[in-house]
């Protein structure tokens, strides 16, 4: 399990007393925590005042199995996963600005070290997996920059701007027909303020593969 620096836990000791306090208020209430599911609890509160938010949620859902009566242990969990959260989003920011300054001096390598970093931090922004697509294609990696994209979209909700990126891998690879059904699929999902960018790239595309008509069929709708 991951442990957190409390450097990056800008929650701080401050809210692990909080939750003390509050918990102290509603023991009051509630039959006295007794034997393992005591101690077992007493780790998660310790766990959480020392920023081990992943053991201290896994310890609070142990006390829970023990004791479901005890509505503080709920709390706490709460609290640990929400903390948690917090702190890998922290760190995912930090990976993905670290990236974008590495990628800055020209140090690609670092670079896509710290886009991978910020994805596997916060999965589930598609920023962070764009971010990782363009750094593997600046750092000449694109047999893994087309399978980063092909990762990011969805069968269900594709994300133009991923097969945006992955025609533009394909095309400079030389598969020019799974480009050009990239550059399709984007354009015909995308909305009214990335569509033009989306037909320019695809034209470009077509010409450097000695298709002026497609080229001109992707043109024709800027015209006027």
């Given at each position: ?64 199995r ?125 909305g ?28 024709e709708?800027?015209?006027?």
């Amino acid at each position: 399990m991951r442990k957190y620096p409390v450097s990056l836990n800008f929650l701080g000791s401050s809210l692990a007393a909080v939750t003390l306090l509050a918990a102290a208020g509603a023991a009051a209430a509630e039959r006295p925590l007794n034997g393992q599911a005591y101690r077992i609890a007493d780790e998660a509160y310790k766990a959480f005042a020392q920023g081990e938010y992943d053991i201290a949620a896994a310890k609070a859902r142990e006390a829970i199995r023990l004791r479901p009566d005890v509505a503080r242990l709920r709390e706490l969990l709460e609290k640990a996963e929400l903390a948690r959260r917090t702190v890998q989003a922290q760190l995912a920011f930090n990976a993905s600005a670290a990236s974008y300054q590495a990628l800055e001096r020209r140090d690609f390598a670092q670079a896509v070290e710290q886009a991978r970093k910020a994805v596997d931090y916060l999965p589930a922004l598609p920023a962070f997996h764009i971010a990782l697509i363009n750094a593997l294609v600046a750092d000449g990696k694109l047999e893994q920059a087309e399978q980063a994209a092909s990762d990011t979209i969805k069968p269900e909700t594709p994300s133009s701007e991923a097969l945006l990126l992955r025609g533009a891998i394909r095309q400079q690879r030389g598969a020019v027909e799974p480009a050009q059904a990239d550059f399709d699929q984007a354009l015909s999902g995308a909305g009214p303020a990335t569509r033009r960018g989306i037909r320019l790239v695809a034209a470009d595309a077509a010409l450097a593969n000695g298709d002026p008509q497609r080229a001109l069929r992707l043109l024709e709708p800027l015209q006027g």
